[in-house]
T-cell receptor, first 110, second 115 residues
């Protein structure tokens, strides 16, 4: 089976940097995705890592270490609007269908 | 207009009733999915379809059925709703290109309450 672990909640101050970790166990791993969801709204895709290393997209970066079965989402220059839930999701097996973690609630304080 | 549209957005029903949640998309994607979200449990896959003639069970298909009426339409049915099916339901789409990166496009969700 597959399992993903991520913290349930992270808090940070506006303007700071925060890292949301995700560890996974799966067979036939292809890659790791990240999604953002505001207040029960539609989840939106943020990033995808198939290879080791850091991918940067504006204020958000995502990292993957395949050997450690570990990844993280890095959010810089935090803004209040970044308060949301963040989900990691693994692609594995033959179907390329994401299996989601339980999500991390990020709370950004002024 | 939204690319992935779910109806109804909110529904309250009683135990034993039959419920259908509908999803339509204008993205031209061939792949469609139904996920269920419960607080603290993330998104769990109920059913998925890679084309009109392809229907597959996901992680939690018991108590649910689906119909892919056309490439753009994918409906989820609860034949006899029970209270533990109270949840937020999401439809999502992808194509073979975006799907290869795990990028799904989600609807706004259908909140179902079973009393």
């Amino acid at each position: 089976g597959q399992s993903l672990e991520q913290p349930s909640e992270v808090t940070a101050v506006e303007g700071a940097i925060v890292q949301i970790n995700c560890t996974y166990q799966t067979s036939g791993f292809y890659g790791l995705s990240w999604y953002q969801q505001h207040d029960g709204g539609a989840p939106t895709f943020l990033s995808y890592n198939a290879l080791d290393g850091l991918e940067e997209t504006g204020r958000f970066s995502s990292f993957l270490s395949r050997s450690d079965s570990y990844g993280y989402l890095l959010l810089q220059e935090l803004q209040m609007k970044d308060s949301a839930s963040y989900f990691c999701a693994v692609l594995s097996g033959g179907s390329y269908i994401p299996t989601f973690g339980r999500g991390t609630s990020l709370i950004v304080h002024p | 207009d939204a690319d992935v549209t779910q109806t109804p957005r909110n529904r309250i029903t009683k135990t034993g009733k039959r419920i259908m949640l509908e999803c339509s998309q204008t993205k031209g994607h061939d792949r469609m999915y139904w996920y269920r979200q419960d607080p603290g449990l993330g998104l769990r896959l109920i059913y998925y379809s890679f084309d009109v003639k392809d229907i597959n069970k996901g992680e939690i298909s018991d108590g649910y059925s689906v119909s892919r009426q056309a490439q753009a339409k994918f409906s989820l049915s609860l034949e006899s709703a029970i209270p533990n099916q109270t949840a937020l339901y999401f439809c999502a789409t992808s194509d073979s290109g975006t799907g290869a990166t795990g990028e799904l496009f989600f609807g706004e969700g259908s909140r179902l309450t079973v009393l």
